[in-house]
C-alpha cells in the first residue's frame, strides 16, 4: 500500500522500527531457530495494541553473507514475520550503512507527505563480529545518535564481540542464552509506550528483563 492510501486511511505519527539481523553461517541451528520464533511472538504481540499496530513501522534487514532487504517498512498491522535461513559471513559494516539509509528515506517520506513521527528505532541483533570495514559505520551511527535523528541498539548473543558494539552504540544489551522470545516482547512492549506517547516525548522504556546492559 502507498503511504499516499495509508494518510487517507490512518493520518496520525507514525514510529520507525528497524530490525538489523545477523543471520551469518553461526547463527543456524538453535539459535536461528528461536530467533524466528521470536519474531512471531512479535508479531502477535504487537498487533494486540490497536494504536500500536496503526503507527508503528517495521522493516527488516538481514546481513549473512549478504545485506538482505527482507521487509521494507510496513504497519504492524501488516507484519509478516519472515522464516530467515542462515549462511555466510557477516557484513555489518555494510548492514548498518544500508539500514540508516533506510530509515533516512523513510523519514524524508514522512516530512514529504506531511507526517509527524517519532524517533527511529534500530535494533541490531549478532552473535559474532563484523567481517567487513565497520569504523565507517559506527561513526555514522554516533553522528546520527548524537543529533537525535535514531536510537540504536546493539543485542549481543553468545560470542558477539561487544567491544566492536560499544563502539558503535552505547546502548548494549547481552541476551541470556538465546532468549529472542522475551527480547521481542520487550521490544514490542516499548513500541507500545512511544506510540501511545506525542513524538515530542520522552518515553520511559520497560525494564530489561532478557539481558543486561554491557
Known amino acids: 500500500m502507498s503511504l499516499d492510501i495509508e494518510l487517507a486511511i490512518n493520518p496520525g505519527p507514525r514510529c520507525a522500527c528497524l530490525l538489523l539481523l545477523d543471520t551469518s553461517h553461526s547463527m543456524m541451528g538453535e539459535p536461528l531457530q528461536a ?5 512471531q511472538a512479535f508479531q502477535y504481540d504487537i498487533q494486540e495494541d490497536g494504536l500500536t499496530r496503526q503507527r508503528v513501522e517495521i522493516a527488516i534487514l538481514t546481513f549473512g553473507g549478504v545485506v538482505t532487504p527482507v521487509q521494507e517498512f510496513t504497519s504492524a498491522s501488516s ?11 557477516t557484513p555489518m559494516g555494510q548492514a548498518i550503512i544500508e539500514g540508516v539509509r533506510m530509515v533516512k528515506n523513510r523519514k524524508q517520506e514522512y516530512k514529504d507527505h506531511g507526517v509527524p513521527y517519532y524517533q527511529p528505532w534500530v535494533i541490531m541483533i549478532t552473535d559474532g563480529a ?13 553522528a546520527e545518535t548524537a543529533a537525535k535523528r535514531l536510537s540504536f541498539f546493539a543485542v549481543a548473543v553468545k560470542d558477539a564481540d ?3 558494539l560499544k563502539t558503535i552504540t552505547d546502548r548494549v544489551l547481552k541476551l541470556d542464552g538465546i532468549s529472542f522470545h522475551e527480547m521481542f516482547l520487550w521490544l514490542s512492549a516499548s513500541q507500545k509506550r512511544v506510540s501511545s506517547s506525542r513524538p515530542e516525548e520522552q ?9 543486561s546492559p554491557v
Open 130 to 142: 563484523p567481517t567487513d570495514e565497520w569504523r565507517h559505520a559506527a561513526n555514522l551511527v554516533r
Open 79 to 89: 507484519f509478516m514475520a519472515p522464516t530467515l535461513t542462515a549462511g555466510g559471513n
Open 203 to 211: 518515553t520511559a522504556l520497560p525494564a530489561t528483563t532478557f539481558g
Open 35 to 39: 530467533l524466528n520464533a521470536g519474531l
Open 162 to 164: 561487544v567491544s566492536v
